[in-house]
């Protein structure tokens, strides 16, 4: 199911671009570029929502229009321009589910000291890597 959240683009024409989800806060990314700007914003979005899915916690509606008020005040405040967007998800449903996969053994080496050196777990990392994968090539 594709959900669509408020996406807040902070500083258009200026050298760095930030982007903001007031329905998800500390989810944000930045990018020179308003075409970047675009594609970051679902990767981390897409990111985020898969961490909070691995952490059981609970996924927002959307719609937090008090939070995207106080957001775009924040950055107009600092003088920044500010462009609104919906940045649509495919939402992670379902429970876990155990698969074998047979990857290299190079591979999976260089899988597991990424995910331990991030904190993560073999199947976080790489349930993260798929989603973000095929967000970028949609």
Not at 20 to 39: H, I, K, N
Not at 70 to 93: F, K, N
Not at 106 to 130: F, M, P
């Amino acid at each position: 199911m594709i959900r669509y959240y408020q996406a807040i683009f902070a500083g258009l024409g200026s050298v760095q671009i930030d982007v903001a989800f007031p329905d998800f806060p500390g989810c944000v990314t930045v990018a020179p570029t308003l075409e970047d700007a675009q594609r970051r914003a679902a990767e981390a979005l897409s990111l985020h929502v898969q961490s909070m899915v691995d952490d059981g916690d609970p996924i927002p509606p959307g719609g937090d229009e008090a939070g995207l008020l106080e957001l775009i005040a924040d950055y107009e405040s600092e003088g920044h321009r500010v462009v609104l967007a919906q940045i649509g998800i495919e939402l992670p449903t379902g429970r876990a589910q155990r698969i074998n996969i047979t990857l290299p053994e190079y591979v999976l080496e260089a899988v597991d000291q990424w995910a331990v050196s991030h904190g993560q777990t073999r199947s976080g990392l790489l349930a993260n890597a798929a989603m973000d994968y095929m967000v970028r090539h949609r």
